[in-house]
Structure formats: C-alpha cells, structure tokens
C-alpha cells in the first residue's frame, strides 16, 4: 500500500489522554496480556492497596506508543486504479532509536509498522516464507499461499481477516511484512498445489512508510535477531536444500501481483510464545548502612540481586531519601560532564517542572515496575514538588524564590556543599543510561541513539565568497589567476593591485587615486549611472572605491566552515548565506509557539535539538518539513510551545551560532493603530 510515497501533513503532538486512549485500543483490538507484578499480601490483594496492573499497563503503553508520539493525516493511491487511500500516521520514537512511523490509521482499523513489532514481540502471528519470495513482497507482490513454511498447522491467530506479520524462514525470528489474512490459514492443511492469495500486503521493510524520517534519514536496518518473536522456533535442518527446489508461480485464479512457491515438503509449525513486552534485571533497589540509620545507599548494587521479599515496596522515608538522593545525583552528573561550562550547563533561574524531570527523575533507581509506582513524588512526605525543592532550600543545597503566583524557582546551587562532595554514584536502570545526553542520566555508550548530537561545541565561521564576472576576466588573467574560481574580498583586493600595478595606473600626483584604463572603465562602471558618467569622465577613482566597485561586480558565493575546515573544503553556494529563523506566532487563540527553521546550512540536525528543547523548557515539541520547502532538499522546522526565544538562541549558541546569523520574527505582539 506504500510502495508509493504518501504525502503526510505537519506533525502534531498527541494529547496524554489521546495517546493513553488509543494504547488501550490496540491493547483490545490485539487481545494483549497486560503485565502484571505478583503480590505479597496475605489475602492476595495488593499489599498497598493499589491496582498491580496499573503499572504494567503503563509500560505497555509506553511499548506501544512512547511519550513523545505525534500524529497526521496522510493520503496516497494504492492499486492498478490508484484508489485514494486517507488516514493517520503516529509516529514516536523508542530510547535510543531515530523518530519513525509506529503505527497507521486507516478505514477505522489501526496497523502496527516493522519498527512497532521490532519493539514489541509477539504482537501479531507470525507466518514465514523463504527471502527469494519475501524479495518478490518487497516488490509489491501478495504472499500466496504455496508460499507459506513452516507449516501446517500455522499460528491459531492467523484467521481471515486478521493482521499478521512475515518473516523470512532464513531470519525467522524478525518480521518483515505486515498483511492481512485472504484466507483461514490457521485452518490450512495443505499448502501445495493449493491456489489462492493467503496474506494481502500493507506494508514492509524498505517500503515508503519505512523510509520516513524526520531527519530526512533513511530507513532503519532490521535487528540481526529478535528473541521474543520466536523463543521455541528451530530452524529445520537441511534447509538450503530445500531452498534450491523452490520455485515462483503466478496465480492462477485471476488475482494479479502474487506469488506463489512449491517446495518438496512442509516445514514443522513454530508455536507462538506469549506476549513480552520489557524484559528488565530484578535488581534491589537499597542496601542499608545501618541498623539504625535511615539513611540509604546504593553502592554496590547488584544487577542480578532478587527483589526485596516485601516486593520492592518503600516506606516514606526510604522514598524521601531516595528523591534527596536523585537531587544530588542530578547535580553530581552536570558538575562532572559540564565541567567547562558556566554553572555546569545549568541556566538559572531554574523552574521547578525543570528541576524534577532534568535533575530528578532521570536519576531514581526505578529497576522495576513497582519501584517505579513506589517512587512518586506524591508518595514523599513532601506531597508535591514545591514542598520538595523548598526542603532543598532548607538544606543549603540551593537557593529558591517563589514568584507571583506562588511559583518556586531556583535561582542557584550550591555545587561545593559538603553533601555533594561526599556524593558516590550509584547504579542507574539501563533505560534511564541509554537516554543521558547532559541534560538527564549519564550516557553509557549513546554513540548510535537518537540524542547523540555531532553539533554541540562545533566551532562555525561563515565566509563570504565572491566568483568574477566575464567582464573582469582580464583584471585576474594579468595577476594568473582564474576567474572561475571564487575569492575572499581580501584576496580579489590584491588581485587589483597586483592589476594596477601591472598597467601602472597608480595617479602620480596622488598615490590614492587610481587612473582608469578601458578594461577598468566597461568591467566597474559601466552601468550608465550619473555617478559612473563623471568618474570616467574625470579618468581617475580612489583607491578603496574601485575596490568595492570590483567586489559588487563579481557573484556572491557563501560557505559555511566547521572546525578546522577552510574555503577550500567546503562547497561554496551562489547568492547570500542564509540567515536561521525564529518565528513566534500565536495559535489557538491565545497560545504562543517558537518556531525554528534553516539548521541544515549550519550542521545542525533537527532532531535531537527539538529533544534538548523539550527538556530545556519543559515543554512539548515537534519537527515538521517546512511548508513550502522542496521535497527533494527538505527544510526542517522544529516547533515549541511557548515563547522560548532565548532558550532556542542559547542552544543555537552552543552549536556555534553567532547571534548576527538569526533573525527573530514576533508576529504576537498587535498591528499598532
């Protein structure tokens, strides 16, 4: 269905209440198990007196549908009639990996892409087919049903109508194609020699929908192995020879575009395995120092410890410690990795939403489901994250103000206190290690996620080139120098001395005057202009004039340089450097977005600035193409809520961007009358 590219419309964020409604639908619509934590209480009920499941719901909807999803509409043609095809994609992105499409929307049925069941395994039945034919898929075909293995019988699920996902028999365990069932193949008994279509195509590997990127990269590569998608499939043996005797055939029922496959024999079934959806490590989550002291540690953790025997859950205090704890934690790691930076990559005043999802949260050692429903802020004896960062206060760690309205800010940390200095790191979940990028938990080789960012420290230095025209192919041949190549202003400035004093047309008399020759006089002032007429009439012009003379006559070219890179490195382009925009504009009536356009000139990839944003402000946002833009070189467009002018320029500013190349727009402030 995406063997065409679709066109899909600017993203939008989804709602929490959108995003957590539809979870649940797809929870429904694919009959999932929610997981579950096991309880400890005497009666079976949950020790404290909350709903076990909540939690695992809530991971499995984070599975499903991470935090940061976005949605469009999209349209496309589909078929040998090229049908209007209109729906919905959502696209997210999981920890580590690049924003792609998850799932799509289309006459009322929702269908998970390669990447989603890359994530989530188990998600659909499984059926298989050997790579010569899932090549022919690739191409557009529908898998038929001489082309099924391993099988029968094949998966329970896998009746008509469902949607089911295809592996070829080489790599069994990671799905390629996505379809849905023509046929009952759960109830097939025989597949050769029989005719017919057996699973219609939607979408596969190396498709549109998978090229799809907001960063204009391509499509992801398939993992090597998935283990949850097939933990009791073997590979049957003497495979390849079998593979030597398969064949393609078209179908021969009238149904266009299919292919088909004869093989000696059937393949043993693979039963499905149940659904899994995190697989973490039972890690303790405190080591006590002392009998009677309160305070907690966590040095030495274990990563293969068994949970606690009163199941991880936490008393007040213990929770309190903990947040205390992940303050300091917070501090300790931009104190370690900002060293160079003023305050530590800290901007104050800080706002306390900042404060609890920067410095906070990233750092609670939440290693399980119900740890992570234990450490909650409304669990503390604090009861909120004002009450929390004011008891900082009390402690000499900070320094807070409230503001009108009641809000507290932190105006400054006190990075040299003794509780900081006498602060041991202590083991982070690997969810929270994979996500550290100076602004959350320390990165534990990020290298290849999402929020590594190539352009922050990079140095930029943009250079205004200049290419002579024709015209003054003379003034350069008499220096040798090539008139199709492009020159500094100082380097053309030489180029005409080393002209002048060739010809010998310094004035006698004046030595910053300059005698015009012919070649001088029709290559800089020949545009007719009153100006022009009584220079050449007067046969001489100052020095410094000719010189700018002679730079307005040539093209205007422009390079941006990085690091230690000279003119002679980059690829100068015609016209004028462009300038970064920042556009403020109000939306909804009332509310204020910050718009960001033209990075790509300056190396700055759009997607993991959009995620320092998010965090710098604590707020959503969005990277988009550029209305208006080529699809063929695409201008990306991050969008924040808010007016966040100053935090876009800081972080513009760490990449190298001088303010003199951005141009701020408010289009919020009122027409005056």
């Known amino acids: 269905m995406f063997k065409k590219k679709p066109n899909i419309k600017p993203l939008s964020p989804l709602r929490s209440s959108d995003r957590r409604k539809l979870a649940d639908q797809i929870i429904e619509d694919f009959t999932l198990h929610v997981p579950t934590q096991p309880n400890n209480g005497d009666n079976g009920a949950p020790p404290d007196g909350h709903n076990p499941s909540t939690a695992g719901l809530s991971v499995l909807r984070n599975s499903l549908l991470p935090e940061n999803a976005l949605s469009a509409r999209f349209t496309t043609t589909a078929g040998p009639d090229q049908k209007l095809i209109s729906g919905t994609v959502f696209v997210g992105s999981h920890p580590g990996q690049e924003q792609r499409i998850l799932w799509v929307k289309e006459d009322q049925r929702i269908y998970p892409t390669v990447y989603t069941l890359w994530n989530n395994p188990d998600l659909l039945p499984l059926l298989h087919t050997p790579s010569v034919v899932m090549q022919k898929l690739k191409g557009g075909a529908d898998l038929m049903i001489p082309g099924l293995a391993f099988g029968p019988p094949f998966p329970a699920a896998a009746t008509k109508g469902s949607i089911v996902a295809v592996a070829q028999i080489e790599n069994p365990t990671v799905p390629l194609f996505v379809g849905i069932c023509e046929v009952e193949v759960a109830k097939l008994s025989v597949v050769q020699g029989e005719k017919g279509r057996a699973v219609r195509g939607l979408h596969w590997e190396a498709d549109e929908l998978w090229a799809w990127s907001s960063t204009g990269k391509p499509g992801s590569n398939p993992p090597e192995r998935i283990e949850g998608w097939a933990k009791h499939h073997d590979v049957v043996d003497g495979l390849d020879k079998n593979l030597e005797q398969l064949t393609t055939q078209e179908d ?207 140095r930029l230095k943009r250079v205004n080139l200049y290419r002579p025209k024709e015209k003054l192919s003379p003034i350069f041949s008499a220096a040798k120098m090539s008139a199709k190549s492009v020159y500094l202003a100082p380097e053309i400035r030489s180029i005409t001395t080393a002209y002048i004093e060739s010809e010998s047309l310094i004035s006698s008399t004046n030595k910053s005057l300059i005698k015009l020759d012919p070649i001088l006089a029709n290559a800089v002032f020949d545009s007719g202009s009153k100006l022009d007429q009584e220079v050449i009439a007067k046969g001489t012009v100052p020095r410094d004039t000719l010189f700018e003379r002679v730079v307005s006559s040539c093209s205007p070219f422009w390079a941006i340089l990085r690091d230690a890179e000279t003119k002679h490195d980059a690829k100068p382009k015609a016209g004028k450097a462009p300038q970064i925009q920042i556009l403020l504009e109000t939306r909804s009536g009332n509310k204020t977005v910050t718009k960001l356009s033209g990075l790509e000139a300056y190396q700055i990839n759009p997607q993991p600035l959009a995620e320092e944003l998010q965090k710098a402000c604590a707020s959503s946002t969005s990277v988009n193409q550029l209305v208006g833009s080529s699809p063929k070189n695409p201008v990306m467009e991050i969008m924040v809520q808010g007016p966040q002018t100053q935090a876009v320029v800081k972080a513009l500013e760490k990449r190298g961007v001088q303010r003199q190349w951005i141009d701020v727009v408010d289009k919020t402030k009122g027409k005056k009358r």
């Open 252 to 458: 021969e029922d009238g149904v266009g575009g299919g292919v088909s496959l004869k093989a000696p024999g059937n393949h043993s079934s693979s039963p499905q395995g149940h659904n899994e959806f995190v697989e973490g490590e039972d890690v303790g989550l405190f080591e006590r120092v002392d009998e009677d002291d309160r305070e907690l540690s966590t040095k030495g953790i274990d990563a293969r410890a068994k949970p606690p025997t009163r199941n991880d859950r936490l008393i007040s205090l213990e929770i309190d410690s903990a947040f205390r704890r992940a303050f300091l934690y917070g501090l300790h790691h931009h104190s370690t990795s900002n060293k160079n930076e003023a305050n530590y990559g800290l901007s104050f005043p800080l706002s306390s939403s900042f404060v609890m999802s920067n410095l906070v949260l990233p750092f609670l050692p939440t290693f399980t489901a119900s740890q992570t429903n234990s450490l909650q802020i409304k669990k503390t004896s604090w009861k909120n994250a004002k009450k929390f960062i004011k008891s900082l206060d009390k402690e000499r760690l900070i320094r807070t103000k409230e503001r009108n309205g009641g809000e507290v800010v932190v105006l400054d940390a006190d990075f040299q206190a003794s509780a900081l200095r006498d602060f041991v790191p202590y083991k982070l979940p690997k969810k929270e290690q994979d996500r550290g990028d100076g602004l959350g938990a320390p990165a534990q080789n990020s290298s290849t996620g999402a929020s590594d960012d190539q352009s922050v420290g990079q």
